[in-house]
DNA sequence: TGCCAGGCCGAAA
DNA sequence: TTTCGGCATGGC
């Protein structure tokens, strides 16, 4: 895919940290990227949203066309936070193949894709995100950003951030796994804590390769998911979607179902809706959860 | 207080 | 194969 004409620099803060800056970024808000059920490990604070990715705390400002992109040097830039941020696609063509997939079923795609236009899909780290779905589940979204920050702080490798303070990585499958069900008791994630421990053993023991998961064809890297207890094809779609960026993916959930139900009284065909269906999902999962789907 | 949450498991039908 | 109760916990 082309890559979209957008400007990027490097600096530093009057406070001496490292700035990336990007200029003319189409179709990005941070603002509705971060705050629409994909990733929870970002905070909307003031003047901004700050967070952990890839054991890195990073903090995000938009001004005037701009994108500051705080905590990030250009080597991480290039190395993590541009596929990260999926900064890679274009989304002029992403939004078109949608149009072209979804507006025979009316004009409702169209407006969320104006109401949700910058929201992009991230590439979050595959343990991660699997992680992190196995924990969504039955689970409101303000409690699953809290364990999995409790689960963080407990279990996470503990780094310096460029505030100076502590911050944490997400835990590594290992150190779950060290923990066992006993040491995950304190993060309050109830019955989901089985699966997580599933989850990483699995992932360690190479029984579901993540290598192979990216490679696999959408059936066979869902079929892999599903193998681990706990991980349905929500959860899995999920885990595709945001952490192995494989764009097809549609997951359903509660909201997306009333999405359907709502606007889309005869059905649609989600097996055609293209190559960027969970683009489209997205649009709609904001849409209708932020907006109550207005006009 | 009761309903619900970015669901899935396991048993019953 | 489909249906459905149960599940841990706490946000609202």
């Not at 998961?213 to 779609?237: R, Y």
């Amino acid at each position: 895919m082309a890559k979209e004409k957008f400007t990027v620099r490097f600096s530093k803060t009057a406070g001496g940290a490292d700035v990336t800056v990007l200029s003319g970024v189409p179709y990005f808000s941070a603002a509705q990227t971060f705050d629409c059920g994909q990733c929870f490990r970002f905070d909307e604070v003031s003047g901004g949203i700050e967070g952990v990715a890839h054991g890195r705390f990073i903090r995000i400002e938009e001004e005037g066309g701009e994108v500051r992109l705080i905590g990030v040097n250009e080597q991480d830039y290039r190395a993590i936070f541009e596929e990260y941020l999926g900064l890679c696609e274009d989304y002029g063509v992403v939004r078109e193949d949608i149009g072209a997939h979804m507006g025979k079923y009316g004009d409702v795609i169209f407006n969320a894709m104006e109401c949700g236009k910058g929201i992009r899909i991230l590439k979050q780290e595959p343990w991660e995100a699997v992680a992190s779905f196995i924990i969504s589940q039955n689970n409101n979204i303000p409690r699953i950003k809290k364990i999995i920050e409790n689960m963080s702080a407990g279990l996470g490798e503990p780094f310096c951030g460029f505030d100076g303070k502590t911050h944490y990585a997400f835990p590594t499958a290992e150190q779950v796994l060290a923990a066992g069900e006993a040491g995950l008791a304190p993060f309050k994630m109830g019955f989901r804590a089985r699966y997580l421990i599933d989850a990483a053993k699995k992932h360690l023991s190479g029984e579901v390769d993540f290598a192979y998961v990216e490679k696999a064809s959408a059936e066979d890297a869902q079929k892999a998911l599903m193998s681990i207890c706990g991980v349905g094809p929500k959860v899995a779609s999920c885990a595709l979607l945001f952490g192995f960026h494989k764009l097809e993916f549609f997951p359903i959930d509660v909201w997306i179902k009333r999405v359907l139900a709502k606007y889309y009284p005869g059905g649609i065909d989600i097996a055609s809706l293209g190559a960027y269906a969970g683009v489209a999902q997205q649009y709609l999962f904001y849409y209708e959860r932020y907006m109550g789907g207005e006009e």
